[in-house]
C-alpha cells in the first residue's frame, strides 16, 4: 500500500482522556475537523479545541444516559465508506454522510472493572461497550 489518503475528519470517543487534549490540538493544527462524543467533546470545548458534537453530525441526541452516541449511519457509514467505490459515494451523498478518516477511540475499562471486589453486576453492565468497538476496524 503506498497511496495515504489525507485525513481531513477524525472521530474522537475516548473512556481514558490521558494525551487526548495534546493529540486534538495538534489535528486541529492540521487542520483536521474533529467531531466527538458527549465528555470528551465539552472536555475539548472547553479546552478551546474547535469540536463538533457528534450529535450535530447524526442530527439525533445522545440517548439512554449516553449509550447511543455512535451508532447511527451517519457515523458508520462515515467511516465504512470505500471511497474508490462510486456505489458507497452515491450512498454518501445520497444520506448527507461525509467521510470519517480517522478514527481514535479506546474503550470502557470493563476488565479492570471486573477484576475490583466490589464490582456491582451494573458496574459491569454499564462498562460493556458497545459503540467503540463498532468503530474500530
Not at 96 to 115: K, Q
Request: net charge negative.
Amino acid at each position: 500500500m503506498t497511496d495515504i489518503a489525507p485525513i481531513t475528519t477524525a472521530l474522537i470517543s475516548v473512556s481514558d482522556k490521558t494525551g487526548i487534549i495534546d493529540l486534538a490540538r495538534r489535528l486541529n493544527a492540521a487542520g483536521v475537523r474533529i467531531i466527538s462524543t458527549g465528555g470528551t467533546a465539552r472536555l475539548l470545548a472547553d479546552e478551546g479545541i474547535d469540536v463538533t458534537p457528534v450529535a450535530d453530525v447524526t442530527g439525533a441526541a445522545e440517548m439512554m444516559d449516553g449509550r447511543v452516541k455512535t451508532l447511527h449511519p451517519a457515523i458508520h457509514g462515515g467511516i465504512l465508506a470505500r471511497r474508490d467505490n462510486a456505489s458507497h459515494r452515491a450512498d454518501m451523498q445520497a444520506g448527507g454522510i461525509s467521510a470519517i478518516d480517522l478514527v481514535i477511540v479506546n474503550l470502557y475499562p470493563f476488565a479492570a472493572t471486573l477484576a475490583r471486589p466490589d464490582a456491582s453486576r451494573d458496574d459491569l453492565v454499564e462498562n460493556i461497550d458497545i459503540g467503540g468497538p463498532a468503530m474500530i476496524r
